[in-house]
T-cell receptor, first 115, second 112 residues
Framework: SAVISQKPSRDICQRGTSLTIQCQVD?????MFWYRQQPGQSLTLIAT?????????ESGFVIDKFPISRPNLTFSTLTVSNMSPEDSSIYLC????????????FGPGTRLLVL | GNSVTQMEGPVTLSEEAFLTINCTYT??????LFWYVQYPGEGLQLLLK?????DKGSNKGFEATYRKETTSFHLEKGSVQVSDSAVYFC???????????FGTGTRLTIIP
């Protein structure tokens, strides 16, 4: 199984600033995903990040607000830009190596509070 | 598009009670189905999965059977423990697509 770590584990930020969240996997993976879990709600996919290509964003999410990097097969970053209180959420990264039924593993999440 | 509908919470049960959390899905293809669990203060963990019709996933005393005819994947456990208190998410992944679609989650509280 893949072991995923995220940094920071939590942060409190001021409105208008940006935060970059790092996701590190202990093995090479094809795909990485970034999810948002707003308070009391389910997970919503923000974007899919493949190494060597631009991230693919889901409806309602744009690159200017959530730029993503994927420099290699074990690492990705998500930046939450120009933050507002509505961005207060848990942000999780996830990995998959392809194949039907392949298990997706999740990082522990980054708890973000925007004041 | 794909969607997952699961039982609204919260659910509160006494220890050793029987648990059912309902989950139904809509998918255009032949999805794999998953139950994830999120314990208090922790990340999301895979609880069990099933990849084709009539498959039964099981783990830690929990079971769920992939029912194509009723498009359901209900989670069951015969005797719950206090340590099962968590939020449970039903999810699907369509064939050929790595993206997971999650239900809204069901918060389960077990009281001694």
């Amino acid at each position: 199984s893949a072991v995923i770590s995220q940094k920071p584990s939590r942060d409190i930020c001021q409105r208008g600033t940006s935060l970059t969240i790092q996701c590190q996997v202990d093995s090479q993976v094809t795909m990485m995903f970034w999810y948002r879990q707003q308070p009391g709600q389910s997970l919503t996919l923000i974007a899919t990040a493949n190494q060597g290509s631009e991230a693919t964003y889901e409806s309602g999410f744009v690159i200017d607000k959530f730029p993503i990097s994927r420099p290699n097969l074990t690492f990705s970053t998500l930046t939450v830009s120009n933050m507002s209180p509505e961005d207060s959420s848990i942000y999780l990264c996830s990995t998959a190596s392809g194949g039907q039924g392949e298990t997706q593993y999740f990082g522990p999440g980054t708890r973000l509070l925007v004041l | 598009g794909n969607s997952v509908t699961q039982m609204e919470g919260p659910v509160t049960l006494s220890e050793e009670a029987f648990l059912t959390i309902n989950c139904t899905y809509t998918a255009t293809g032949y999805p794999s189905l998953f139950w994830y669990v999120q314990y208090p203060g922790e990340g999301l963990q895979l609880l069990l999965k099933a990849t084709k019709a009539d498959d039964k996933g099981s783990n830690k005393g929990f079971e769920a059977t992939y029912r194509k005819e009723t498009t359901s994947f209900h989670l069951e456990k015969g005797s719950v423990q206090v340590s099962d208190s968590a939020v449970y998410f039903c999810a699907l992944r369509d064939f050929g697509n790595e993206k997971l679609t999650f239900g809204t989650g069901t918060r389960l509280t077990i009281i001694p």
